[in-house]
């Protein structure tokens, strides 16, 4: 590593992406959203900006999101939108390129990662180095992950969940699901609508959900009001919501979440699976916020579970673990220069 280089982590996910800096930690956190002009293909705008275009301007303007279910799927889009994020976090005025840590979904292949290190390389990085997202949140959660005994990480952002279980290093067994927090505010918007004949955007689905949701019903229920439109009379209308009721709609979903789990520890060996039961799983992501989650998946699975320190940080603290120590966790890492 070059005196002068800058090292810098990207946590590259399907609804939003955070830069981390070695000695300055997360300078940004912006939605993966590119504006492209539909003649020439230019990129216009990106992240915040690019977000407020969305419908705005339909004819000559296309918000496109390069990423889908993690992995990329426009690859000029990317490399562009790569690019500036880095110039971004660093400034237009950096002489020389940085050294760049991005993370992809553990379950992404060859061929998806290297496209992913030859839009960083392309991007303006001098060095890139690509870590799966399980490995980076168990470490941003403080599992000792290269040690010989089994732990498993449960990472659930937005866009996917992502169960994995690493022993020395790496990613023992693993799956990943298209199910994160925004199909559960899905779920919250379609069960008023069922319900209530209630109408609600996503934000305020999400609200609903941070405010008052959780995983199991419990007894000491809150309550909510939630104005949206009425169904019928298309007049806005003001309800009150429990608790119980948002357990009710995004059962379905957190199902698949804990089916999910189930299939890993199913296919985990005795040995690692011994370790497990031992230590617990660990939650990460932002929807690990989720109130009972934790007890959810302990009642589903029989082992003991346990929510990150910040969960929402853990994979962008991870980036930033593994950058100063780029040595001891080789294993772990595919780079090319």
Do not use: W
């Not at 004819?59 to 799927?73: E, N, Q």
Request: aromatic share 4%; hydrophobic share 45%; proline share 4%.
């Amino acid at each position: 590593m070059g005196i002068f280089s800058k090292k810098i982590g990207i946590d590259l996910g399907t609804a939003n992406t955070l830069v981390f800096i070695l000695e300055k930690g997360i300078v940004l956190n912006e939605p993966t959203v590119v504006a492209i002009s539909s003649d020439k293909k230019e990129v216009l705008a990106v992240g915040v900006e690019a977000q407020e275009m969305i419908g705005r301007t339909p004819d000559t303007i296309i918000a496109s999101k390069p990423m889908k279910d993690g992995v990329i799927a426009d690859y000029h889009v990317t490399e562009s939108m790569i690019r500036y994020f880095i110039q971004k976090s660093l400034g237009r005025l950096q002489i020389f390129k940085p050294d760049v840590l991005v993370t992809v979904p553990g379950g992404s292949t060859s061929t998806e990662r290297r496209a992913v290190i030859d839009a960083t390389i392309h991007g303006g990085a001098r060095a890139a180095f690509i870590v799966k997202e399980p490995v980076l949140a168990a470490i941003g959660a403080g599992i000792p992950i290269n040690s010989a005994s089994g732990h498993m990480i449960i990472s659930i952002g937005g866009g996917t969940t992502e169960v994995a279980v690493i022993s020395l290093g790496g990613i023992v067994t693993s799956a990943s699901k298209r199910v994160g927090g925004n199909k559960l505010d899905q779920a919250i918007i379609d069960y008023l609508k069922r319900r209530h004949n209630l109408a609600i955007g996503e934000r305020t689905a999400e609200r609903v959900k941070i405010e008052i949701g959780s995983a199991v019903p419990i007894k000491e229920e809150m309550r909510v009001s939630v104005l949206g439109r009425d169904l019928i009379s298309g007049l806005p209308k003001n309800i009150t919501i429990s608790t119980n009721e948002i357990a009710e709609a995004i059962s379905e979903r957190l199902r698949e979440i804990t089916q999910t789990i189930k299939a890993v520890l199913a296919e985990t060996p005795p040995e690692l699976a011994a370790d497990i039961m031992d230590k617990g799983l660990i939650l990460a992501g932002g929807t690990a916020l989720l109130r009972n989650l934790d007890e959810l998946i302990t009642q589903a699975t029989g082992v003991p579970t346990y929510v990150a320190d910040e969960p929402l940080l853990c994979v962008a603290k991870g980036t930033g673990i593994v950058l100063e120590n780029l040595e001891f966790y080789k294993r772990s890492i595919m780079a090319k220069r």
